[in-house]
């Protein structure tokens, strides 16, 4: 699962199982170098897929603190 499309699709706790996943096989090391670029890559797509999913969460907590102060 590469695509932008099929991130969106990612709970936030598949991003973050898959971004985990890419951060050990980066910190074990032995990877060629465009592995390694690939892998970072993708960890950078999963990181945003997560900030996304943090962002939306954060903004409903939000709207759910206001609305308790109305």
């Known amino acids: 699962m ?3 499309k099929q991130d969106e699709q990612l709970s936030y706790e598949q ?5 985990a996943s890419v951060v050990e096989k980066l ?3 032995g990877t060629s170098l465009e ?7 993708r960890g950078e797509q ?3 897929v997560c900030q996304r999913w943090l962002d ?3 903004a409903r907590i939000d ?3 206001q609305r308790a102060e109305d």
């Open 2 to 4: 590469t695509g932008t």
């Open 15 to 19: 991003a973050r199982a898959e971004l």
């Open 27 to 29: 910190e074990a090391g």
């Open 35 to 41: 592995e390694s670029l690939a892998l970072w890559e």
């Open 46 to 48: 999963l990181a945003g």
């Open 56 to 58: 939306g969460a954060r």
């Open 63 to 65: 709207t759910a603190r």
